[in-house]
Antibody, heavy 122, light 107 residues
Framework: EVQLVESGGGLVQPGGSLRLFCAAS????????MDWIRQAPGKGLEWVGR??????????EYAASVKNRFTISRDDSKNSIYLQMNSLRTEDTALYYC?????????????WGQGTLVTVSS | DIQMTQSPSAMSASVGDRVTITCRAS??????LTWFQQKPGEAPKRLLY???TLQSGVPSRFSGSGSGTEFTLTISSLQPEDFATYYC?????????FGQGTKVEIK
């Protein structure tokens, strides 16, 4: 069974940092791109960023709202991806999901993990 | 960025009703359109991709159509477990963008 499990969320002050984790199982991790998507409380979905796989150079893409503050990395030996979040703002408060995507353009965001909650507040 | 506009934002419907949700893209996205269902307290679940391809395990009462800028999600006969929020997603170009969601509530 394909499974994604996020962790690392918590309460952090504005300007602080936090690192989120996503552990994957049940599929060949190295064949897939991985994404982070977030959802502010009571709001809609916002894509955060993507990390491609080794054949694609582990390249990354980011939403403008997080570029230069957030960094996505992966460790294929641990079937995991990470989201390093720096210079956090109150508007970054959200439930953060990781999701699997294929390497093509047709097959995105399936499945999703259960999410980990990040609260940025003083 | 490509803007995705869903309509309606919310609706009330009864079990057995035919429900149609529309998603419009601010520019052409071919068929790079995916539909998700989200129930309260749960992660989104993919229903259809490539505008009209049903995800494995999803009931056949769900269907999708469209190409270019206009897309629809249809539930042919609404079931109690279908009351949820539905989102469309365009992934024709970066950044991928979601519609604002359509909440389907019980009438």
């Amino acid at each position: 069974e394909v499974q994604l499990v996020e962790s690392g969320g918590g309460l952090v002050q504005p300007g602080g940092s936090l690192r989120l984790f996503c552990a994957a199982s049940g599929f060949i991790f190295g064949e897939h791109y991985m994404d982070w998507i977030r959802q502010a409380p009571g709001k809609g979905l916002e894509w955060v960023g993507r990390i491609r796989n080794k054949p694609s150079g582990y390249s990354t893409e980011y939403a403008a709202s997080v570029k230069n503050r957030f960094t996505i990395s992966r460790d294929d030996s641990k079937n995991s991806i990470y989201l390093q979040m720096n210079s956090l703002r109150t508007e970054d408060t959200a439930l953060y999901y990781c999701a699997r995507s294929s390497t093509g353009w047709s097959n995105w965001f399936d499945p999703w993990g259960q999410g980990t909650l990040v609260t940025v507040s003083s | 960025d490509i803007q995705m506009t869903q309509s309606p934002s919310a609706m009330s419907a009864s079990v057995g009703d035919r429900v149609t949700i529309t998603c419009r893209a601010s520019q052409g996205i071919s068929n790079y359109l995916t539909w998700f269902q989200q129930k309260p307290g749960e992660a989104p679940k993919r229903l259809l991709y490539a505008a009209s391809t049903l995800q494995s395990g999803v009931p056949s009462r769900f269907s999708g159509s469209g190409s270019g800028t206009e897309f629809t999600l249809t539930i042919s006969s609404l079931q109690p477990e279908d009351f949820a929020t539905y989102y469309c997603l365009q992934h024709n170009s970066y950044p991928p963008t979601f519609g604002q969601g359509t909440k389907v509530e019980i009438k």
